[in-house]
Every structure is written in C-alpha cells, then in structure tokens.
C-alpha cells in the first residue's frame, strides 16, 4: 500500500490507509491507546484498540518523536469529539497495524509538542535538531522559505538574473576590519562580507542580477539584531537614472513578497498572532532630517553622522505615527559612513545612498555606485585604501559600466520584524554567533 499524507486523510473517510511520521504524543486510556501522528502536512488522532494485540503492545511503550508506520482505517470522530484546531479534526485512524522505523533511544530533553516553546534562548538553540520540530518553531522557517522563494519569483518576473557568487575572496568587501580571514593554501583569503563586486560585474554583463546566499561579518556582537552569518537578499540593476529607481524597485519587490507571505502563510502567522502589512508608497527623508526629528520629537541628541538602533526604532514610531508606514526610507548618509563604491550625492560630504527601516530595525541598505572607472579609483583613494587591492574588482570598469544601483537586504531580519521574535537568531536554521559553532 502506498503511504499518503495526513492532510489528505480528510478525503479518505472508511478507506484503508498508511501513514508514515513522528509521535507527537502518547495517551494511555487503559484498554485504548491514542497518539497524535505528525507529518509534514499536519497531524491526526490515531486509536488503537486491545484486539490489535501486536499494534497495542507497541503502543504501550512507544516514545513520543518514535518515527512509525501504520495502516487503519480512517473514521469520523465520534459527535462532539471533534479537534477544530486542526484540519484533520474531524477524523480518526483505528489503528490495524504499527511498526517502528526508528526508536527514540530516550526521554527528550524539550517538550517538542508543546503549543509554545517556553524556554530560553540558549536551551532552544542547544536542542535545535529537537525544537525544530515544534509547530510554532516550524512556522518560523515556513514563512522564511516564503520569503525566499517570493523574493526569487517578483525578481524574475522583472527581468533579473539569479546569480551565484564566490564567497572565497581575495580582499575584503567593506574594507574595515570586520571580516573573516582564512587561510587558501599558501595565500590569506576573506569570507565575502557581501557580493557587491560580483553583483556589478554582473550588470556588466546581464544588466540586472539579484543572488540569495551567505555573508559574513566579523563582529563580537551579542545584541538581539545580529549574527555572524546570514542569508542576503541582494539585488542590482543597470541603467538607472538616479538612486530613487532603485527604491522604487525595491518598493515594487516588497510588496510582492509580503502579499505572498500573507495569502501563503496565514496558518504560521495566526501561530504568532503576526499582521503583515501592506506595502504601499514608503516614505522617503533624509537622514539629516531623521536627526533632527530625533532631536526635536524626543529629545535625542546625536553626533550628526549616523543613527543608532534606539533612533531606527524612534524614527519607526515616528513614521507609525505621522505616516502609518512600518517602513522608512532614510537617504542621503554622509561619505564617511559608507563604502568607497557609493555614488556622492550633489553635495559630496553626502551619497545616493538609504536604508530601508522596518518596524524598529534597518532590513536593507542600498543606493547608486560609481560607474565610472577614474572616480571610483579616486573614491578608493579617499577612503584611505590602495587600488592595487582592487585591480581585479576595478577590471570591469575598464571596459564600459552603465549607471547602475542595488541593495543587500536581511532575511532574517524580515522574518523577526514580521513574526515579533525576540531575538534574530529564531530565524536562523542553525545561528552562528561569537560562541556558537555548533550544532
């Protein structure tokens, strides 16, 4: 007999069936034995009676998460009975046959059906192979993999290329000091802080590519905003006539994807009592003005440079408030707060740069590049690097670059933002931070 799943159950009311998944819990009444089965789909009630001798002495003795097999018959719920919180809970299995694929060797450490996972940050994250299994944790990377696949889909549909880019490179991205060193052979190498260069060699030759891949940042943090690897969603695109096409793309991308999470997610996001909004047109100022905002509306003085994560969420508030907007663009940063590759702006104390705020937290920062060979080897020398470390990156300019601009946006920032998580490292399948390596 060929296994199907348990949402389709439903649909099968007085036929035989196998099912194949884990225990999600046990219930001993005496002489009937109820366990609720799970699978990728969704859980049911299965029944196990005494005149199923082989059957019930399993199941007097199973653990919960034991990986089983079984056949019965699928039956209405007696009246009254019914589980209206799931889909399948207007149904049963009587059980006529159970083997074990695979044992659980011991009791678990967590409750892994437990409808919320009450623990602490450190003992969910040390038991992840297990609290991953939890519905609401599972939720997590179901709207994660929305995110993924809708910010590949609205991409697509707009003309830009999927590419994959080395994360093994020869010179840091950002300059700086928070990167990765690691050893290549005979030669010092750096993990790839971001796949700018990559990305403008590709709208030399594709003229728009976006890429979904890893990033590393080297930075001893331990805040509830920041991991030493992630997933970016990046993007960029030729042609250009200023830096407010690339948010106006970007805008266009957002709202896709969000409508996406909310008409395919709605179950994972009820889990988390989660609202996703509507993306319209998003406000636009310049940081200049977000300080003085900050300095006027709350009494927040600052160093007139850049903004820290208290003036990201206190000009979120404001723009809730003044606009009922989640989000807001914040434009115009000073050249010396940002990579040597960023256009300056009329004034050039100033570039064509933003980011984008999303309920209290930066999520994407983006703007035009220099495109033209002798002011971006100028712009390197200016920021106190030498151009002999970019002959390689500097190549592509030498041979015609069109106006062009992108962004690098979190994956998992959105993912927080967009459930209320504490702490970004909910959203990572397995979070690399200062002290964890493993599992």
């Not at 300059?175 to 790839?192: C, M, S, V």
Request: charged residues 30%; aromatic residues 10%.
């Amino acid at each position: 007999m060929k296994r199907i799943l348990i949402s389709e159950t439903p649909q099968k009311i007085g036929e035989k069936i196998k099912l194949s998944g884990w225990v999600d819990t046990r219930r001993d009444h005496g002489k009937l034995v109820f366990m609720d089965l799970r699978d990728r789909s969704g859980k049911v009630q299965l029944v196990i009676t005494p005149d199923k001798e082989k059957a019930h002495d399993i199941a007097k003795d199973i653990r919960n998460e034991c990986v089983v097999e079984i056949e019965g018959v699928v039956k209405e719920r007696p009246g009254g009975s019914d589980n209206e919180s799931i889909d399948t809970g207007g149904v049963e299995i009587e059980v006529a046959d159970l083997s074990i694929l695979s044992s659980s060797k011991e009791e678990l450490p967590i409750d892994v059906s437990a409808d919320s996972m009450d623990l602490n940050l450190e003992t969910l994250l040390n038991n992840r192979t297990l609290s991953l299994r939890n519905k609401k944790v599972n939720a997590i990377f179901k709207v994660y993999a929305e995110v993924i696949s809708s910010y590949a889909d609205i991409l697509r549909k707009n003309s830009f290329l999927e590419i994959k880019s080395s994360k093994i490179l020869n010179t840091a991205t950002e300059g700086g000091a928070n990167f990765f060193k690691i050893k290549y052979f005979d030669r010092d190498a750096f993990l790839a802080q971001s796949p700018q260069f990559y990305k403008q060699a590709g709208v030399s030759a594709f003229e728009r590519v976006f890429e979904i891949g890893p990033v590393f940042r080297a930075e001893p943090h331990f805040t509830s905003r920041h991991v030493n690897e992630y997933i970016s969603l990046d993007a960029e695109m030729g042609f250009i006539e200023g830096f407010e096409d690339v948010m106006n793309q970007l805008e266009k991308t957002l709202a896709f994807m969000f409508s996406q999470i909310k008409e395919n997610c709605q179950k994972e996001l009820d889990l988390y009592e989660a609202q996703v909004p509507e993306v319209k047109t998003i406000p636009r100022i310049k940081l200049t003005e977000a300080l003085n905002i900050l300095e006027k509306e709350y009494n927040k003085k600052t160093d007139k440079v850049d903004i820290d994560p208290e003036g990201e969420r206190l000009i979120c508030e404001w723009a809730k408030k003044k606009y009922n907007s989640d989000f807001i663009f914040l434009t115009h940063y000073p050249s010396s707060v940002r990579p040597f590759y960023t256009m300056p702006s009329e004034d050039p104390q100033y570039t064509k740069s933003f980011d984008l705020l999303f309920r209290g937290v930066e999520i994407t920062t983006g703007g035009q590049r220099i495109h033209d060979y002798d002011k971006l080897v100028e712009s390197i020398k200016k920021h106190k690097l030498d151009p002999k470390d970019y002959e390689s990156y500097l190549e592509t300019f030498r041979y015609g670059m069109p106006p062009h601009g992108g962004w690098g946006m979190g994956s998992e920032r959105i993912v927080q933002k967009i459930l209320g998580l504490e702490n970004i490292k909910e959203c990572v399948l397995f979070p690399r931070d200062v002290k964890r390596l493993e599992p």
